[in-house]
């Protein structure tokens, strides 16, 4: 069938002005939501829908039985049927022999790392797993003895199987006293393979690779603490033993009738390993096989063009389940392979519990950072909503302020007083005169006097009111968060009757500014 090839071909419509396109999806998109907002039956229906119109392969890891009824409506409703193909026990993919035919003795790393991702799965299922101390010397460990495993027992068979790789590491010498001992050679299925390797091999090692392991096996193992090499046996025998029998037998040690390339021509392999029922073998099963499908994904542009052109998508709903330390590498990488990884998740604690790692908190953060595209949903979760809201960013708010005021006062006042004035005066005097000679002489005298009073008295009365009235406006600026953190709680519509079947959720592209909005996200709304 057709395909798009372009990467600026629009895949959806978010608006009138805003497209989604395929360069948009192999950035990556990641979503966020509670249990029931409608992140699977909202964003995330349109993105599969999307996706399958454009004519993409992929890969689909499933959690609920119920999400294998529903990829196989999404592919009836796009016209995709054919392209579904459905990677259950009835199926077969044999892991060891297609990384040996792939690359033979070159591709002993390779298969090294396919069984530490195995490890790994199995001690994140597993409910009684336990952190232990200096966990990067544990992986180191086990790494060097299965490295050193397999390339003798690929040079001595020409084949490579879980059961050998067992015997192998379990019959190897505890104390270099038995690695020249009779009895222990002779019953020893190491001692076997390392004898045949040397002697007739039928796929011959170099020289220096054979006396690596010689030197490993018969001198550097035996410095370990017998109690550390012995935990390490254990855990790998453990964890590989799952593998000799039953589902996860007939899945990834039998036949092979898939394989991860498939994708690369519109193949859409389906996962059909709930882990809800299939439980840790689930989880086991499609960490192993979604670790070498992103490795083939990755490695895609080595190959003609015919190979390359079609874009692919990995699809991971509930992706706690399923996600693992190789997930953040993938994603920096995958762009330029044109896959367009979506991931669908409640919370980012979901990731804490499950990612593992010394710092899960670190590596949550980590993986989701590297998504372009986050769409959030509905969500109860404090810290989710505040990542989110972080995340989207701050933006400068006015805030206007109105203030006005009446007053009015009323004064009275009254006076009162009296006064009064008293006085009084008087005066007296004589004179008289004598002389002598020829004349005569006078004497007099006079006396008045005077007095005055008065009084009075005053009073008044005076009043006096007045009014003032003031209005003030303004406003102030301030950096706030774009949408609060509380507004996932509150404003987004989960679907349902009670919302007309219709779901809403923020769409945030990191680097874009949205035509609609103005801004690097847009509320969208998705039918159910």
């Not at 509150?490 to 680097?511: A, E, P």
Request: hydrophobic share 35%; with cysteine; glycine share 10%.
């Amino acid at each position: 069938m057709s395909f798009v090839k372009d990467l600026n071909t629009p895949l959806l419509k978010l608006s009138p002005g805003d497209n989604f396109s395929l360069e948009d999806g192999c950035a990556g998109v990641h979503i966020f939501g509670r249990i029931g907002s409608g992140k699977t039956s909202g964003s995330g229906k349109m993105l599969a829908g999307a996706y399958l119109r454009a004519g993409m392969g992929g890969l689909v890891t499933v959690v609920k039985p119920e999400e294998v009824t529903l990829w196989q409506r999404y592919a009836a409703e796009h016209g995709r049927s054919k392209s579904l193909l459905l990677f259950d026990e009835n199926a077969g993919f044999n892991f060891l022999d297609y990384e040996m035919a792939r690359q033979g003795m070159d591709g002993i790393g390779t298969v090294t790392e396919c069984l530490m991702r195995v490890l790994e799965a199995a001690k994140k299922a597993s409910p009684t797993a336990s952190q232990r101390g200096g966990e990067a010397f544990w992986e180191d460990s086990t790494r060097q003895m299965l490295r050193y495993a397999i390339p003798p027992i690929y040079a001595a068979t020409g084949t490579l199987s879980i059961s050998d790789i067992i015997r192998f590491i379990s019959t190897a010498p505890s104390s270099v006293r038995e690695v020249t001992d009779r009895e222990w050679q002779r019953r020893s299925f190491m001692y076997e393979i390392m004898d045949a390797a040397t002697r007739n091999a039928l796929v011959p090692m170099s020289p220096s690779a054979l006396s690596n392991c010689l030197t490993f096996w018969a001198q550097e193992n035996l410095i370990t603490p017998e109690k550390t090499r012995g935990n390490i046996i254990i855990t790998v025998s453990s964890a590989l033993d799952r593998f000799r029998h039953g589902r996860l037998k007939r899945a990834f040690c039998e036949r092979t009738t898939l394989v991860p390339e498939l994708s690369f021509h519109g193949v859409i392999i389906l996962m059909v390993m709930p882990t809800l029922t299939w439980n840790e073998d689930g989880i086991i099963g499609q960490h192993l096989f979604k670790y070498l499908w992103q490795r083939s994904v990755l490695s895609r542009n080595s190959l003609a063009q015919k190979h390359r052109e079609r874009p692919v998508f990995l699809w991971s709903d509930e992706a706690q389940e399923t996600v693992s330390s190789y997930d953040g590498e993938f994603l920096s990488m995958c762009r330029g392979s044109k896959c367009c990884v979506t991931y669908l998740t409640q919370t980012l604690p979901t990731y804490y519990a499950k990612i593992g790692s010394d710092n899960p908190r670190d590596a949550a953060h980590s993986l989701v950072g590297k998504f372009g595209t986050h769409v959030y949903h509905a969500n109860s979760c404090p810290e989710t909503n505040d990542y989110a809201a972080r995340t989207i960013g701050k933006v400068m708010k006015r805030h206007g302020n109105y203030s006005s005021g009446a007053s009015k006062s009323v004064n009275y006042g009254m006076s009162s007083g009296n006064s009064e004035t008293v006085g009084s005066s008087s005066n007296s005097g004589s004179s008289s005169s004598y002389s002598s000679g020829q004349g005569g002489g006078s004497s007099g005298s006079n006396w008045g006097s005077g007095s005055n009073q008065s009084a009075g008295s005053n009073w008044g009365e005076n009043r006096g009111q007045g009014t003032s009235q003031n209005v003030s406006r303004g406003y102030s600026e301030s950096m706030e968060f774009a949408i609060e953190p509380g507004d996932f709680a509150r404003i987004l519509k989960t679907g349902g009757k009670q919302n007309g079947k219709r779901v809403t959720g923020v769409w945030f592209q990191s680097g874009r500014v949205f035509k609609a909005t103005g801004t690097n996200m847009m509320l969208e709304t998705f039918a159910q």
